[in-house]
């Protein structure tokens, strides 16, 4: 894996838009917590050019940090607080802001249940959303769990909801009309 690649896959992770100095702290924390693992902040600050360095980072440096991107995470349907904001979007094709290769994401297209089944299967809390390698968003598990689960005023309509496309069902999660959409 490419080191641009590297860091656009941890900024998705993390959830930040981009990485500023304060956040290696962060995210040197995160790799600890999550990998038992060290990385400083030094490295992390070499690694998104913050720091001056001559060389590239080193396997042990870029071996950790596949590791933390590709790390599972544990997904619990029953964690979701209602009152937690939608983290998931979808920007226009032309503000994307990076790219990233198809294989590594979701097209906005692809259906919910569709979608969900790769998460599990992957067993990824979230995915980048791409269209011909520009990155455009990212959908988060929960999110669509939310989605599926909100309240609606007709009977029958969690099949219709598995139907939707991840891009119609991050539209009206975050214009908050799920409950009205059928």
């Known amino acids: 894996m490419i080191i641009e690649e590297l860091r656009q896959r941890i900024i998705l992770k993390t959830g930040l838009s981009n990485i ?6 962060y995210i040197s924390m995160d790799i600890y917590e999550s990998l038992n693992r060290n990385i400083s902040v030094t490295t992390l600050k070499r690694v998104f050019g913050f720091a001056k360095s001559k060389y590239l ?3 042990y440096t870029i071996a950790i940090l596949n590791d933390y991107v590709d ?3 544990s997904i619990s349907i029953s964690s979701i607080p209602e009152s937690e904001h939608i983290r998931s979007f979808i920007l226009p094709p032309e503000t994307s802001s990076f ?3 198809d294989d590594i994401g979701l097209h906005p297209q692809i259906m919910v249940l569709d979608a969900l089944d790769v998460l599990l299967k992957k067993n990824q809390e979230s995915s980048p959303l791409i ?3 520009k990155c455009l968003g990212m959908v988060y598990f929960k999110d669509l769990i939310r989605f599926l689960t909100s309240e609606d005023k007709m ?5 219709h909801k598995f139907n ?5 069902a991050i539209n009206l999660l975050q214009t908050g009309n799920v409950g009205a959409m059928l």
């Not at 009977?155 to 099949?159: A, E, K, M």
Request: positive net charge; hydrophobic residues 25%.
């Open 131 to 133: 269209i011909a390698g």
């Open 155 to 159: 009977n029958g309509t969690l099949y």
């Open 71 to 73: 790390q599972p995470v």
């Open 57 to 59: 980072p080193s396997k």
């Open 164 to 168: 939707f496309s991840l891009q119609s």
């Open 20 to 25: 500023t100095p304060r956040d290696c702290h």
């Open 99 to 101: 790219q990233l290769s």
